[in-house]
C-alpha cells in the first residue's frame, strides 16, 4: 500500500494532535507532509522532530525564525514559513492527498478553499469554513471534485448513519429528519441567575470532551451546536426544519438519522475525536484506532432532553441565521467570535455572548456576497463593529 501525504492545518489544536495519534499509529499508511500552528512554538517543534514534514508553517516572522533556528540546530530539515499565504501553500502541496481543516475560526477558511479548489480529501473540522462559507465552498467541492469528509464528531455519526452513495436527497433516501445529539456543556443545569457569574475557567470546564477554549465556550452557550446546525444543511443539503438538536448528557451516541419508516439510525462510540478522525482518513475502509471501546455493560442510562433556548439562545440565534440566508451565518459567527474572546479575555459576562450576536443580526448588513473577498469583507466589518461595542 502506497504511503497517503497529509497536511495538518491547526496541528497544535486538539483535533490536530489527535490526527497526529492515528497517523502515529498507522505509520505504514500515512506520511506528514506539513504541519501548521499559530504561535506554539513549542509544541510544533517537537511535532516536526517526530513526523518530519516538508513545510511547517506558524503565525508571524520571529516564531518563523525561532522555530528555523531550533530545528537546525536539531537536525531536521523542515522548512519554515509564516503568514496567511504560507497557510495556502501548505494546503495545497502536491505531496498531500488529504489536509486536515482543523484552524479554529475563520481563519482556517482560505487555505480550506485552496486544499478544496485542488480536489484534494478534506478532513473538514474547521465549521466555520461552511458557516461563513457554505455556498461558495460546496461549489468549489462540486465543481473540483474533491472529497469532503467531516470530522466533527456529530457530523461523521451521521455520515456513518446515511445510505452509502447519499447523493443529497433527503426525500429520495427515505430520509425524515437528521438528530444533533448535544452534551448540553458544562453548565446544563445551571440556573439562568447565575449564568452571569460564571468564568471563562468555568466555561471551558467541560464534562465529556477535551477542547480548545473557544469552542469550549462554544459548547457552553450551544453555540457550537448551532454552528453545527448550519454545518449540517450544507454537509447534507437539510432545510433547517429537517434538522433536530437533541441533548444528550452522556455523549455516547454522537448523532442520528430518522428514516420515514420508523427506523433511527445512530452512530455510538467512546468521546474520543480520534474514531472520527480515522474514519475519515481511512474512508470507505475502516482502520484500527488507538480508542478505547465502549462497553456497554459499564454504561449508566442514556438520558435525552430538549435545549433550552431560554438559558442558551446562541442555539436559536443559529437556526434564524440559517433560516435569515445570505451572509447571516457570517455574521453571526464574525460576531461570536470576538464576543467569544472578549469573554475569554473577562471584558464581558457569559450571557452578554448571545446579546452580543443578536445585536449583529439585528443591525449589520445580512445581504448575501457573491465570492470569497466580499465575504471576508463582510466578515471584518462585523468584527470591527463588535469589538466597538465590547469596547464601548
Known sequence: MNSQGITVLGATGSIGVNTLDVVAAHADRYHVVALTAHRQVDKLFAQCLQFRPLLAVVADAASAVQLQQRLREAGCSTEVAYGEAALET?????????????IVGAAGLRPTLAA??????????NKESLVVAGELFMH?????????LPVDSEHNAIFQSLPRGYDGSLDGNGIEQLILTASGGPFRQREAATLLHVTPDDACNHPNWVMGRKISVDSASLMNKGLEVIEAHWLFNAPAERIEVVVHPQSVIHSMVRYKDGSVIAQLGSPDMRTPIAYAMAWPERIVAPVKSLD????????FEAPDLLRFPCLRLAFDALRAGGAASAVLNAANEVAVEAFLQRRIGFVDIPRLVERALQSLNLAACTDLESLLQRDAETRARVESWVAA
Not at 116 to 125: Q, S, V
Not at 140 to 148: C, D, F, K, P, Y
Open 296 to 303: 456497554f455493560l459499564t454504561l449508566s442510562a442514556l438520558t
Open 140 to 148: 468549489t467541492v462540486r465543481q473540483s471534485g474533491a472529497e469532503l
Open 116 to 125: 478544496a479548489r485542488l480536489g484534494k480529501r478534506i478532513l473538514l473540522a
Open 90 to 102: 501548505a494546503a495545497t502541496l502536491p505531496e498531500a492527498q488529504m489536509v486536515m481543516a482543523a
